[in-house]
């Protein structure tokens, strides 16, 4: 974490100078996000664009090229110029892109729409922010700020925070909301090894479907249930296409959000896990 930016040694007045700090334990000091995070998220999107590019099939004419619609590049207000969400998505905007799905059923956006959570937060920076849309609705993460009654919010994969408040949450955190739970056949699991949906405190932990679980990180040995980075899940993802486990077709990735559901089996829950690390 040293070697990568994460934690440095620094006094108070050098500190505060730093907009994306998060809480220390002097003098060490932990930045929301490191130029090292930022750039293996980019290098990590760019691997699995290239893995589902060389496995289209032949088109002709070949399908335009998109450029990405993000968000309003000119709306700093809604996300800080300082903050990983504003400069990874002005990076991956930039480049032109022939494909829709880059997981099944889980696309890229092609309009400017409003962020689920922009119009429900007096301060838009503690939001989450959805980048990669999934059609229908899942279940709330327990610690964002309810939507609705129902406690349900659009699928999706999501950043956990712009600008994060607190030491054990990274601005390169995120969260895959799908439009359906798994984890109650006990295959699915957290990086730490816990089964998903499972009460820790509870006598008898029993595995219970959640929309929210896939990919997290469970206690890390450096923080407690830190959302996973972004890097790590668009790895997996490019991992799966690399090694056939998910088919290409004219639109990108084939097979439909429902193809996640394997994470809950005996077979494949090792090929929707992703290995321990802080």
């Given at each position: 974490?040293?070697?990568?930016?994460?934690?440095?040694?620094?006094?108070?007045?050098?500190?505060?100078?730093?907009?994306?700090?998060?809480?220390?334990?002097?003098?060490?000091?932990?930045?929301?996000?490191?130029?090292?995070?930022?750039?293996?998220?980019?290098?990590?999107?760019?691997?699995?664009?290239?893995?589902?590019?060389?496995?289209?099939?032949?088109?002709?004419?070949?399908?335009?090229?998109?450029?990405?619609?993000?968000?309003?590049?000119?709306?700093?207000?809604?996300?800080?110029?300082?903050?990983?969400?504003?400069?990874?998505?002005?990076?991956?905007?930039?480049?032109?892109?022939?494909?829709?799905?880059?997981?099944?059923?889980?696309?890229?956006?092609?309009?400017?729409?409003?962020?689920?959570?922009?119009?429900?937060?007096?301060?838009?920076?503690?939001?989450?922010?959805?980048?990669?849309?999934?059609?229908?609705?899942?279940?709330?993460?327990?610690?964002?700020?309810?939507?609705?009654?129902?406690?349900?919010?659009?699928?999706?994969?999501?950043?956990?925070?712009?600008?994060?408040?607190?030491?054990?949450?990274?601005?390169?955190?995120?969260?895959?909301?799908?439009?359906?739970?798994?984890?109650?056949?006990?295959?699915?699991?957290?990086?730490?090894?816990?089964?998903?949906?499972?009460?820790?405190?509870?006598?008898?932990?029993?595995?219970?479907?959640?929309?929210?679980?896939?990919?997290?990180?469970?206690?890390?040995?450096?923080?407690?249930?830190?959302?996973?980075?972004?890097?790590?899940?668009?790895?997996?993802?490019?991992?799966?296409?690399?090694?056939?486990d998910w088919d290409v077709g004219e639109?990108?990735?084939?097979?439909?959000?429902?193809?996640?559901?394997?994470?809950?089996?005996?077979?494949?829950?090792?090929?929707?896990?992703i290995p321990p690390s802080w």
């Open positions: 974490m040293i070697d990568e930016g994460k934690i440095f040694a620094a006094l108070d007045c050098q500190a505060i100078q730093e907009y994306e700090i998060l809480e220390s334990f002097s003098p060490w000091r932990i930045r929301a996000f490191s130029d090292t995070d930022l750039e293996k998220s980019v290098i990590s999107m760019r691997r699995l664009l290239d893995a589902i590019k060389t496995r289209l099939p032949a088109q002709k004419p070949p399908k335009e090229e998109k450029r990405l619609q993000w968000f309003d590049l000119l709306d700093q207000d809604f996300l800080p110029t300082s903050s990983f969400a504003y400069q990874f998505l002005t990076i991956t905007a930039a480049w032109s892109i022939p494909i829709k799905y880059i997981a099944p059923g889980i696309y890229l956006p092609r309009k400017l729409d409003q962020q689920p959570y922009q119009s429900s937060q007096s301060e838009p920076e503690d939001m989450p922010f959805r980048i990669f849309h999934i059609d229908g609705l899942g279940g709330q993460y327990p610690s964002w700020t309810p939507l609705n009654e129902s406690s349900t919010v659009p699928a999706g994969l999501y950043l956990s925070e712009v600008v994060p408040r607190t030491n054990t949450a990274f601005s390169d955190g995120c969260v895959l909301v799908l439009p359906y739970g798994l984890g109650a056949h006990g295959w699915a699991r957290k990086s730490d090894g816990e089964q998903m949906g499972i009460n820790p405190e509870s006598e008898h932990p029993i595995p219970t479907d959640q929309s929210f679980g896939l990919y997290q990180s469970g206690f890390t040995g450096f923080t407690d249930l830190r959302d996973v980075q972004l890097w790590k899940v668009l790895q997996s993802w490019a991992e799966r296409v690399e090694q056939g639109d990108g990735v084939a097979g439909g959000v429902e193809k996640f559901k394997e994470a809950d089996t005996e077979t494949h829950w090792r090929k929707y896990w």
